[in-house]
């Protein structure tokens, strides 16, 4: 049975890649295959599970050229597990990948912005814009005119230049990415679309027999922070009628200003803060809420919250950005909205409150659209293929 060593920077319950990481490796151990990890960024938090290779290499969480004891140690963990594949996600270190490609056959999973952005969240500070230009030049004049980098010079042209030999380092092996937006910006940086898959996120069934239901609030969940766009929602409340509840499901530091706002407002009974809770918490919440609200101002390299929402029939309100479209589909399973136009979501979510069964067909065609496209079968069948495809092209290569 196949091994695949997994390679990231954090190893613990974090954000959507850990989670990813973690649940997929779970997963595939329950079907026969081993596993191993290699993780960057030791915590308190950092898991310890019997039975697989658990190796601590913090060059992963660094940029440079290895030196010669670590180019041993990486060496070492690869001869030592043997892996079929090496299954790379958030490495920030562009040595790391490329001795990896050379030692075993390689797959990364592109989660986010940063292989190909200095900044890493592709927006224009002082502008608000979501940024369209590939790194280079242009990274160079937005440090000055959107303040996206140091305005140091010295500085700016180190981040771009380290930018740019990651990217080099990644076109040597096949990329998967959850988007069609994504792809597009791997293209854009020069990337090969013939080395770039598309493979959505998946998430657990939790809903399969729980009947659809559409009450008094709207919901929220993830991470408090303000590319996420939960600063208007406080701003959207207000404008729509008493007998509304939102919830807000996320921890983060940014939320004591969204209880300021909801005070300032005089929205205090009317939003509930319940912080960072379990899954099984917070599937009662996606079961009675009468829709998801998904305001990112950041292009979402895809948004998992999303298929969350649909797995248990639930319509979604987006912004519509970056990777939100591939699943989000207007006026079928929820609305797409014009990026901070807090007008549209204001009427969007009145539509649904008002119209219960539109909200009910909505639900019905959001776990439709789940079934056929993001079921955890799907994914783990699409990525093994990927796997022995990408192990079949080496074996050719060096025979």
Same mark, same amino acid.
């Given at each position: 049975? #196949?091994?695949?060593?997994?390679?990231?920077?954090? $190893?613990?319950?974090?954000?959507?890649?850990?989670?990813?990481?973690?649940?997929?490796?779970?997963e /595939?151990?329950?079907?026969?295959?081993?596993?191993?990890?290699?993780?960057?960024?030791?915590?308190? @938090?950092?898991?310890?599970?019997?039975?697989? =290779?658990?190796?601590?290499l913090?060059?992963? !969480?660094?940029?440079?050229?290895l030196d010669k004891?670590?180019?041993?140690?990486?060496?070492?963990?690869?001869?030592?597990?043997?892996?079929?594949?090496? $299954?790379?996600?958030?490495?920030s270190?562009?040595s790391?990948?490329?001795?990896?490609?050379?030692l075993?056959?390689?797959?990364?999973?592109?989660? !986010?912005h940063?292989?190909?952005?200095?900044?890493?969240?592709?927006?224009?500070?002082?502008?608000?814009?979501?940024?369209?230009?590939?790194?280079?030049?242009?990274?160079?004049?937005?440090?000055?005119?959107?303040?996206?980098?140091?305005?140091?010079p010295?500085?700016t042209?180190?981040?771009?230049r #380290?930018?740019?030999k990651?990217?080099?380092?990644?076109?040597?092996?096949?990329?998967?990415?959850?988007?069609?937006?994504?792809?597009?910006? /791997?293209?854009?940086?020069?990337?090969?679309?013939?080395y770039?898959?598309?493979?959505?996120?998946?998430?657990?069934?939790?809903?399969?027999?729980?009947?659809?239901?559409? @009450?008094?609030?709207?919901?929220y969940?993830?991470?408090?922070?303000?590319?996420?766009?939960?600063?208007?929602?406080p701003?959207?409340?207000?404008?729509?009628?008493k007998?509304?509840?939102?919830?807000? *499901?996320?921890?983060?530091?940014y939320?004591?200003?969204i209880?300021? /706002?909801?005070k300032?407002?005089?929205?205090?009974?009317r939003? !509930?803060? %319940?912080?960072?809770?379990?899954?099984?918490?917070?599937?009662?919440?996606?079961?009675?809420?009468?829709?998801?609200?998904?305001?990112?101002?950041?292009?979402e390299?895809?948004? *998992?919250v999303?298929?969350?929402? #649909?797995?248990?029939?639930?319509?979604?309100?987006?912004? !519509?950005? =970056?990777? *939100?479209g591939?699943?989000?589909?207007?006026?079928?399973? =929820?609305? %797409?909205?014009?990026?901070?136009? *807090?007008?549209?979501?204001?009427?969007?979510?009145?539509?649904?409150?008002?119209?219960?069964? %539109?909200?009910?067909?909505?639900?019905?065609?959001?776990?439709?659209?789940?079934?056929?496209?993001?079921?955890?079968?799907?994914?783990?069948?699409k990525?093994l293929?990927?796997?022995?495809?990408?192990?079949?092209?080496?074996?050719?290569?060096?025979?």
């Amino acid at each position: 049975m #196949m091994k695949i060593l997994h390679v990231c920077d954090y $190893y613990q319950p974090l954000g959507g890649t850990e989670q990813y990481l973690i649940s997929l490796s779970r997963e /595939l151990e329950n079907l026969g295959y081993k596993i191993a990890v290699i993780y960057g960024l030791k915590t308190q @938090n950092t898991l310890k599970i019997g039975g697989r =290779g658990e190796y601590f290499l913090p060059a992963i !969480d660094e940029t440079g050229i290895l030196d010669k004891a670590t180019e041993k140690k990486l060496e070492d963990i690869v001869h030592e597990e043997n892996p079929d594949i090496v $299954y790379i996600h958030n490495v920030s270190n562009f040595s790391i990948i490329q001795k990896l490609s050379t030692l075993k056959p390689a797959v990364r999973f592109v989660h !986010d912005h940063r292989p190909f952005c200095p900044k890493g969240d592709k927006l224009l500070k002082r502008t608000d814009r979501i940024c369209d230009y590939p790194v280079g030049i242009s990274c160079f004049t937005n440090a000055y005119l959107n303040r996206c980098l140091p305005r140091n010079p010295l500085s700016t042209i180190k981040l771009i230049r #380290m930018k740019t030999k990651e990217i080099k380092a990644n076109q040597r092996i096949k990329l998967i990415v959850a988007s069609n937006y994504m792809k597009n910006c /791997l293209s854009q940086n020069g990337f090969s679309p013939h080395y770039i898959e598309i493979l959505p996120y998946y998430c657990g069934n939790f809903h399969e027999n729980k009947d659809l239901d559409c @009450n008094s609030f709207i919901l929220y969940v993830g991470r408090a922070a303000e590319n996420k766009g939960i600063q208007f929602l406080p701003s959207v409340l207000k404008e729509l009628p008493k007998k509304l509840k939102l919830v807000i *499901i996320g921890g983060g530091g940014y939320i004591t200003k969204i209880k300021s /706002l909801a005070k300032d407002l005089e929205l205090e009974n009317r939003i !509930d803060f %319940l912080g960072a809770i379990s899954h099984d918490q917070i599937s009662q919440y996606y079961q009675r809420c009468l829709a998801l609200i998904v305001p990112s101002i950041w292009p979402e390299p895809f948004g *998992i919250v999303g298929i969350e929402a #649909m797995s248990y029939g639930k319509p979604i309100i987006a912004f !519509d950005v =970056g990777g *939100i479209g591939d699943w989000l589909k207007n006026e079928e399973n =929820g609305f %797409l909205v014009e990026r901070e136009n *807090i007008n549209q979501l204001v009427e969007k979510i009145q539509i649904l409150l008002n119209n219960r069964d %539109l909200c009910m067909k909505m639900g019905n065609s959001a776990r439709s659209i789940f079934k056929n496209k993001y079921t955890k079968e799907q994914h783990i069948k699409k990525l093994l293929n990927i796997f022995d495809e990408t192990i079949t092209a080496r074996n050719e290569k060096t025979h």
